[in-house]
T-cell receptor, first 114, second 116 residues
């Protein structure tokens, strides 16, 4: 069965600093991979996705993620964090076959300090 | 824009009540999903549906059922609500035609259910 691990529950960064959120997945083949963001009181919004091809994926709001098959990782990065990036971030893995079920990690809550 | 609408943002129900959570999407998506979100546990899949009248159990289906009589509407039913079902419930939909890259899910705003 597919699974996702986000090892960091909370991360605090200073505004303007760089950010990396970790994500490791378990899946038998190359999965579909996603990063979603959830602002307080809101639903989830897709930041970026990976299906195949270039392993460095660009998303919205200046985010990018890199798929590393050898490490089963899909880490999210941003070179300079803004206060508005404070939110909870979820990594997810999708099953390309079957019923296309999507499994989410437990989330990483990002705090941005001035 | 894809719109996924959940009928209530907040609900308070009593233990033992039958509870219906409604979700409607306007993009003709095949797949629809119900997740519950709890602190520290992320989103856990309760049920999903890949076609009208079709449903599959997710990871935590116990105590829940679903109904999909029309393509755009997917209902989550708590047959007899219990306090451990107090949670945030999120509905999502995706295209799901088998085409490449179709598992992107679009989410509703969520329903925060409190069972007292």
């Amino acid at each position: 069965a597919q699974s996702v691990t986000q090892p960091d529950i909370h991360i605090t960064v200073s505004e303007g600093a760089s950010l990396e959120l970790r994500c490791n997945y378990s899946y038998g083949a190359t999965p579909y991979l996603f990063w979603y963001v959830q602002s307080p009181g809101q639903g989830l919004q897709l930041l970026l996705k990976y299906f195949s091809g270039d392993t460095l994926v660009q998303g919205i709001k200046g985010f990018e993620a890199e798929f590393k098959r050898s490490q089963s990782s899909f880490n999210l990065r941003k070179p300079s964090v803004h206060w508005s990036d404070a939110a909870e971030y979820f990594c997810a893995v999708g099953d390309p076959g079957g019923y296309q079920k999507v499994t989410f990690g437990t989330g990483t809550k990002l705090q941005v300090i001035p | 824009d894809v719109k996924v609408t959940q009928s209530s943002r907040y609900l308070v129900k009593r233990t033992g009540e039958k509870v219906f959570l409604e979700c409607v999407q306007d993009m003709d998506h095949e797949n629809m999903f119900w997740y519950r979100q709890d602190p520290g546990l992320g989103l856990r899949l309760i049920y999903f549906s890949y076609d009208v009248k079709m449903k599959e159990k997710g990871d935590i289906p116990e105590g829940y059922s679903v109904s999909r009589e029309k393509k755009e509407r997917f209902s989550l039913i708590l047959e007899s609500a219990s306090t451990n079902q107090t949670s945030m419930y999120l509905c999502a939909s995706s295209l799901g035609t088998g085409a490449y890259g179709n598992t992107e899910a679009f989410f509703g705003q969520g329903t925060r259910l409190t069972v007292v």
